[in-house]
């Protein structure tokens, strides 16, 4: 299978980031975002997005 492609395609242009983020926090933000339908990216791009629009 020369010439075969591995792993996950890519999903859009936006690029990764790596964050370290504790296993315990990361299961419980994803399971509580799979309920809202939405993934943990979504989470954590909303939360940034909050974070810059605070003031100070």
Known sequence: MAGKKRGRPATG???NRTVRVP???W???KEK???EG???S???NDCL???LRKKG
């Open 27 to 29: 299961n419980e933000a």
């Open 33 to 35: 975002a799979e309920r």
């Open 38 to 40: 939405k993934n943990v």
């Open 42 to 44: 979504d989470v954590v």
């Open 13 to 15: 242009k936006t690029p």
């Open 23 to 25: 296993d315990e926090v």
């Open 49 to 51: 997005r909050r974070y």
